[in-house]
């Protein structure tokens, strides 16, 4: 789906990317632990997370994330925004849960991102 | 280049990594492997923040066929490295976790991302990790061929 279909679908305020309207959000990877959004997301993929500290955008830069959409009614603060603008990393807010959020996403075409469950890594330090 | 991340910074946590990133990718270093790299030094850079005595230093390296991540602290030293290694082991105070980091996914993280690992403690004195990136990924390591 189309970045203006993910904000339509989820009834939500594109902050950041409005010359981005058509870039294509087909996988994304849900989570308020950043820990684990920087352990086992792959490549292109949104983010939809409630955290709204300066650190996510620092995330989103390190991992090529296209899209973060903040769910919860999180307002990000100014300084993330400009990051985000000079990133071109488009920034989407909504008042929706994080599973409601998902669950129009995934309706809409969406699907999870190429992921590993913790438990399938193999361990040998 | 040697960079400087202070402990308890955690306003800037990620910043230092944000700029190896980018100057990786002026080296003319392929986005794929730039993330990777982007990986490590974040997870380094937030283990020195969260855990370190006195922070440490990142020092990056682009060297003909690796990309070379080396870390340093003076303390206080992990006592049992292999559960520190193990996903999901933490010794993360609060302030860290309401941020959404100490998850206990960093140590493991870095060597999932690395072609080489190697990390040594003293109680005490400190650590070194040493991370070695394939600049060339297009034959192809685990991780890689994942996520064709």
Same mark, same amino acid.
């Not at chain 2, 306003?11 to 794929?32: C, M, Y």
């Not at chain 2, 070194?128 to 996520?147: N, T, V, Y």
């Given at each position: 789906?189309?970045?203006?279909?993910?904000?339509?679908?989820?009834?939500?305020?594109?902050?950041?990317?409005?010359?981005?309207?058509?870039?294509?959000?087909?996988?994304?990877?849900?989570?308020?632990?950043?820990?684990?959004?920087? +352990?086992?997301?792959?490549?292109?993929?949104?983010?939809?997370?409630?955290?709204?500290?300066?650190?996510?955008?620092?995330?989103?830069?390190?991992?090529?994330?296209?899209?973060?959409?903040?769910?919860?009614?999180?307002?990000?603060?100014?300084?993330?925004?400009?990051?985000?603008?000079?990133?071109?990393?488009?920034?989407?807010?909504?008042?929706?849960?994080?599973?409601?959020?998902?669950?129009?996403?995934?309706?809409?075409? +969406?699907?999870?991102?190429?992921?590993?469950?913790?438990?399938?890594?193999?361990?040998?330090? | *280049?040697?960079?400087?991340?202070?402990?308890?910074?955690?306003?800037?946590? %990620?910043?230092?990594?944000?700029? &190896? !990133?980018?100057?990786?990718?002026?080296?003319?270093?392929?986005?794929?492997?730039?993330?990777?790299? %982007?990986?490590?030094? @974040?997870?380094?850079? *937030?283990?020195?923040?969260?855990?370190?005595?006195?922070?440490?230093?990142?020092?990056?390296?682009?060297?003909?066929? @690796?990309?070379?991540?080396?870390?340093?602290?003076?303390?206080?030293?992990?006592?049992? &490295?292999?559960?520190?290694?193990?996903? %999901?082991?933490?010794?993360?105070?609060? /302030?860290?976790?309401?941020?959404? @980091?100490?998850?206990?996914?960093?140590?493991?993280?870095? !060597?999932?991302?690395?072609?080489? @690992?190697?990390?040594?403690?003293?109680?005490?004195? %400190?650590?070194?990790?040493?991370? /070695? &990136?394939? !600049?060339?990924?297009?034959?192809?390591?685990?991780?890689? !061929?994942?996520?064709?």
């Amino acid at each position: 789906m189309k970045l203006q279909d993910v904000a339509k679908a989820i009834d939500g305020d594109i902050l950041v990317g409005q010359d981005q309207l058509d870039l294509m959000v087909d996988r994304a990877f849900a989570a308020d632990l950043l820990s684990d959004v920087l +352990a086992l997301t792959e490549e292109r993929t949104a983010l939809v997370t409630g955290m709204t500290n300066p650190q996510v955008m620092r995330v989103a830069e390190i991992l090529n994330i296209i899209a973060v959409i903040f769910v919860r009614g999180k307002t990000p603060p100014d300084s993330l925004l400009e990051y985000a603008r000079r990133l071109h990393i488009p920034v989407v807010t909504t008042r929706k849960t994080m599973f409601e959020t998902c669950g129009l996403m995934y309706a809409g075409g +969406a699907r999870a991102c190429r992921s590993k469950a913790v438990s399938d890594m193999g361990v040998d330090a | *280049m040697t960079y400087e991340v202070r402990a308890g910074d955690i306003e800037h946590g %990620g910043s230092v990594s944000a700029r &190896i !990133k980018t100057d990786l990718i002026e080296a003319g270093v392929s986005p794929s492997v730039a993330r990777r790299a %982007g990986i490590v030094s @974040f997870e380094a850079e *937030m283990n020195l923040i969260v855990y370190s005595t006195a922070g440490g230093t990142i020092a990056v390296a682009v060297e003909s066929e @690796f990309i070379v991540i080396r870390v340093e602290d003076r303390g206080p030293g992990i006592e049992d &490295i292999k559960l520190a290694m193990t996903p %999901g082991y933490s010794t993360a105070p609060d /302030w860290a976790t309401d941020l959404g @980091f100490g998850a206990g996914m960093g140590l493991f993280n870095m !060597k999932r991302n690395a072609d080489r @690992f190697e990390i040594e403690s003293r109680v005490g004195e %400190g650590t070194r990790i040493a991370c /070695w &990136i394939q !600049k060339d990924d297009s034959a192809g390591r685990p991780l890689h !061929k994942e996520a064709q």
